[in-house]
């Protein structure tokens, strides 16, 4: 169990996860300053004792839980679909098929929630999204889009007595979730939904956007969407006194090495195992090569979240169709392995060097050298480029450049690690 000794500079650089909750819970004694959080006084036995099962930096339970269905790589599911938002305006301004928008409104629409608690993007692009309390319709179409770095929590004890959906990463969601079982919140959140995640980048990551372009650092943003266009989607970024920037996703991309986040890195949760349905692009030939609007694969998690998704099909807001766990997993089988299986050779890693990780409980796996050998491989690159040394890249080389570049190692790269990292992971 983490003390107030433990709580350092070095797990608030490492294990947190900056998810908010603890500046939240105890204002008294956490802070954000300069994108990290500090303990700024001790914590008594009792706030210990919750911090430690709440705070996603200390480590989450990952084993069965009650549902109709589980698994080791997405936990518990109830079912599995492929489908899009019949709302042709948020399906194509959206991440992908616009269904988190879509069960958004629906849940406000028909009286189940009052407010939804999610991040709002300011009139200011240089000033992160900010967690909101809000019922504004067009507030909330406004605002789904993906947002590739993690916005902290705040307002999550204001709900007075409104019943309330929320929005939010997987950490966030388990730590909230366990919040209300241990009674430090009130049940005021009636309903979970989230993205999956990969890889989240720091806050800082839009420096590298001005290194790469030679925009000078203090210069403003006045439009930002990472997902910008027909999906997948383009990074449009427009800073005062340049021409529009556009650069496709897979270009893009470029950035996550230089500014991947330690959470990324050491999350085992990649399908939001938490929320009551789970969103995500639905990467697959199939889909990819047949449509632009947008396609999401989407999970309910549980009872709650099906019966929500049937009165949505029912009400002809959205198009679902079901697919088999294997063809689901199979679209994100790549980042299932990166989450469930490399984090824990990752883990191990950093504890080697005396960093902080936080200790999940998850199904263990027979640790073998040459994985070993590929984790400390990404882990030596990860942590060069995000170094001052790294960033000189930015500056050095054109985006176009080093986004065909990243493509072309990271196509090189999977199929040099595929046999490895695949190994019998169906029966993982």
């Given at each position: 169990?983490?003390?107030?000794?433990?709580?350092?500079?070095?797990?608030?650089?490492?294990a947190?996860?900056?998810?908010?909750?603890?500046?939240?819970?105890?204002?008294?004694?956490?802070?954000?300053?300069?994108?990290?959080?500090?303990?700024?006084?001790?914590?008594?036995?009792?706030?210990?004792?919750?911090?430690?099962?709440?705070?996603?930096?200390?480590?989450?339970?990952?084993?069965r839980?009650?549902?109709?269905?589980?698994?080791?790589?997405?936990?518990?599911?109830?079912?599995?679909?492929?489908?899009?938002?019949?709302?042709?305006?948020?399906?194509?301004?959206?991440?992908?098929?616009?269904?988190?928008?879509?069960i958004?409104?629906?849940?406000?629409?028909?009286?189940?929630?009052?407010?939804?608690?999610?991040?709002?993007?300011?009139a200011?692009?240089n000033?992160?999204?900010?967690?909101?309390i809000?019922?504004?319709?067009?507030?909330?179409?406004?605002?789904?889009?993906?947002?590739?770095?993690?916005?902290?929590?705040?307002?999550?004890?204001?709900?007075g007595?409104?019943?309330?959906?929320?929005?939010?990463?997987?950490?966030?969601?388990?730590?909230?979730?366990?919040?209300?079982?241990?009674?430090?919140?009130?049940?005021?959140?009636?309903?979970?939904?989230?993205?999956?995640?990969?890889?989240?980048?720091?806050?800082?990551?839009?420096?590298?956007?001005r290194?790469?372009?030679?925009?000078?650092?203090?210069?403003?943003?006045?439009?930002?969407?990472?997902?910008?266009?027909?999906?997948?989607?383009?990074?449009?970024?427009?800073?005062?006194?340049?021409?529009?920037?556009?650069?496709?996703?897979?270009?893009?991309?470029?950035?996550?090495?230089?500014y991947?986040?330690?959470?990324?890195?050491?999350s085992?949760d990649?399908s939001?195992e938490?929320?009551?349905?789970?969103?995500?692009?639905?990467?697959?030939?199939?889909?990819?090569?047949?449509?632009t609007?947008?396609?999401?694969l989407?999970?309910?998690?549980?009872?709650?979240?099906?019966?929500?998704?049937?009165?949505?099909?029912?009400?002809?807001?959205?198009?679902?169709?079901?697919?088999?766990?294997?063809?689901?997993?199979?679209?994100?089988?790549?980042?299932?392995?990166?989450?469930?299986?490399?984090?824990?050779?990752?883990?191990?890693?950093?504890?080697l060097?005396?960093?902080?990780?936080?200790?999940?409980?998850?199904?263990?796996?027979?640790?073998?050298?040459?994985?070993?050998?590929i984790?400390?491989?990404?882990?030596?690159?990860?942590?060069?480029?995000r170094?001052?040394?790294?960033?000189?890249l930015?500056?050095?080389?054109?985006p176009?450049?080093l986004g065909?570049?990243?493509?072309?190692l990271?196509?090189?790269?999977?199929?040099?690690?595929?046999?490895?990292k695949?190994d019998k992971?169906?029966?993982?």
């Open positions: 169990m983490l003390n107030n000794n433990n709580l350092n500079k070095k797990f608030f650089r490492y947190c996860t900056r998810c908010g909750v603890c500046t939240e819970i105890y204002p008294d004694n956490f802070k954000f300053q300069n994108n990290l959080v500090h303990l700024t006084n001790d914590l008594s036995i009792k706030k210990l004792k919750r911090f430690n099962n709440f705070c996603p930096g200390t480590g989450f339970s990952y084993t839980k009650d549902s109709k269905k589980f698994s080791n790589l997405i936990g518990t599911y109830w079912n599995s679909y492929v489908g899009y938002s019949n709302n042709r305006f948020l399906r194509r301004n959206s991440a992908s098929g616009g269904i988190i928008t879509e958004l409104l629906f849940l406000i629409k028909s009286k189940k929630v009052d407010s939804v608690l999610m991040p709002i993007q300011g200011d692009y000033q992160l999204p900010k967690y909101k809000t019922k504004n319709i067009k507030e909330i179409k406004d605002n789904a889009q993906s947002i590739y770095s993690k916005i902290p929590i705040k307002n999550l004890i204001n709900f007595s409104q019943k309330i959906a929320f929005v939010g990463l997987p950490d966030q969601i388990s730590s909230i979730k366990r919040l209300i079982k241990d009674n430090i919140i009130k049940n005021n959140i009636k309903f979970f939904v989230g993205p999956m995640v990969g890889i989240n980048m720091d806050n800082e990551s839009i420096n590298g956007i290194l790469s372009f030679n925009i000078k650092k203090n210069t403003k943003i006045k439009k930002l969407k990472w997902r910008e266009g027909k999906w997948p989607g383009y990074l449009g970024v427009k800073f005062e006194g340049y021409k529009k920037i556009k650069l496709k996703k897979f270009y893009y991309n470029f950035l996550l090495p230089f991947c986040s330690h959470e990324s890195l050491l085992t990649f939001n938490d929320a009551d349905i789970s969103v995500g692009d639905a990467w697959s030939p199939k889909y990819e090569n047949s449509n609007d947008g396609m999401s989407i999970w309910s998690k549980n009872l709650k979240g099906e019966k929500i998704l049937n009165l949505m099909v029912k009400k002809k807001l959205i198009n679902i169709n079901i697919v088999n766990y294997k063809e689901a997993v199979q679209m994100h089988l790549h980042m299932l392995d990166f989450k469930k299986r490399g984090s824990q050779y990752r883990r191990n890693i950093y504890k060097f005396n960093f902080p990780a936080p200790n999940h409980i998850i199904k263990k796996i027979k640790f073998k050298i040459s994985r070993y050998i984790e400390a491989i990404i882990l030596t690159v990860v942590m060069t480029l170094s001052k040394f790294g960033k000189l930015l500056k050095i080389f054109s176009i450049f065909k570049i990243f493509e072309i990271r196509y090189v790269w999977k199929n040099i690690t595929k046999k490895i695949r992971l169906e029966y993982y």
